[in-house]
């Protein structure tokens, strides 16, 4: 009955490598987001999606790449992964804007190496 | 553009004393403000919510924050904290409106000392 799912909890790669993280949402929310929060704790959105369409994307490198499949979805790619991606990488949703309340998933811990 | 400042990284307290963690809060327009707790190896929760109306907002799990305009401060303090409350601590602004970005501060480690 897990509300804002991401897999996987883990992740150790290897720089240049590329890997996708997986989010999915159960409470029929139309609005989903990516966080990156780095070693110092420090939370910064990185995208989010309304009803499939990108309404925020902060200054990302394209090697990050969203995809929202439908509402209740929404995956990152990365693609040659550098060691300055690692990060707790968090998933969320909210019924309408974030600034209602968004509900996160339990991260997923990137580390490349 | 609004920021939040969190200026306490860290903040030890015994069980059963009171604890407040400051937030302070930058913006020239009116603005949202939130308290989210995030337990080890989780993601974060939504602790309570200042939108508009009554300064004074509280969680069901006892803990208050007051709305201070003047002081553009939004601390959150609870009487008695519970080894239960060991926990980071993220305070957070967004302007109000649709689809409005949520910025967050770096977070106060809560550390409930038996």
Same mark, same amino acid.
């Given at each position: 009955?897990?509300?804002? +799912?991401?897999?996987?909890?883990?992740?150790?790669?290897?720089?240049? !490598?590329?890997?996708? %993280?997986k989010c /999915?949402?159960?409470?029929?929310?139309?609005?989903?987001?990516?966080?990156?929060?780095? +070693?110092?704790?420090?939370?910064?959105?990185?995208?989010?999606?309304? !009803?499939?369409?990108? %309404?925020?994307? /902060?200054?990302?490198?394209?090697?990050?790449?969203?995809?929202?499949?439908?509402?209740?979805?929404?995956?990152?790619h990365?693609?040659?992964?550098?060691?300055?991606?690692?990060?707790?990488?968090?998933?969320?949703?909210?019924?309408?804007?974030?600034?209602?309340?968004?509900?996160?998933?339990?991260?997923?811990?990137?580390?490349?190496? | 553009?609004q920021?939040?400042?969190?200026?306490?990284?860290?903040?030890?307290?015994?069980?059963?004393?009171?604890?407040?963690?400051?937030?302070?809060?930058?913006?020239?327009?009116?603005?949202?403000?939130?308290w989210?707790?995030?337990?080890?190896?989780?993601?974060?929760?939504?602790?309570?919510?200042?939108?508009?109306?009554?300064?004074?907002?509280?969680?069901?799990?006892?803990?208050?924050?007051?709305?201070?305009?003047?002081?553009?401060?939004?601390?959150?303090?609870?009487?008695?904290?519970?080894?239960?409350?060991?926990?980071?601590?993220?305070?957070?602004?967004?302007?109000?409106?649709?689809?409005?970005?949520?910025?967050?501060?770096?977070?106060?480690?809560?550390?409930?000392?038996?």
């Amino acid at each position: 009955d897990t509300a804002v +799912s991401q897999t996987p909890k883990y992740l150790v790669t290897q720089m240049g !490598n590329d890997k996708s %993280i997986k989010c /999915e949402q159960n409470l029929g929310h139309d609005t989903m987001y990516w966080y990156k929060q780095d +070693s110092k704790k420090f939370l910064k959105i990185m995208f989010s999606y309304n !009803n499939k369409e990108l %309404i925020i994307n /902060e200054t990302v490198p394209n090697r990050f790449s969203p995809k929202s499949p439908d509402k209740a979805h929404l995956n990152l790619h990365i693609n040659s992964l550098e060691l300055g991606d690692s990060a707790v990488y968090f998933c969320a949703s909210s019924k309408g804007a974030a600034n209602t309340e968004a509900f996160f998933g339990q991260g997923t811990r990137l580390t490349v190496v | 553009a609004q920021s939040v400042t969190q200026l306490d990284s860290q903040v030890p307290v015994f069980e059963e004393a009171p604890v407040e963690l400051r937030c302070n809060y930058s913006s020239s327009v009116s603005v949202y403000l939130f308290w989210y707790v995030q337990y080890p190896n989780q993601g974060l929760q939504l602790l309570l919510k200042y939108l508009s109306g009554s300064t004074l907002v509280e969680s069901i799990n006892g803990f208050e924050a007051e709305f201070n305009k003047s002081q553009t401060s939004f601390h959150l303090r609870k009487p008695s904290v519970h080894i239960s409350d060991t926990a980071e601590y993220f305070c957070a602004v967004s302007l109000p409106g649709g689809y409005q970005k949520v910025t967050f501060g770096t977070g106060t480690k809560l550390q409930v000392i038996p």
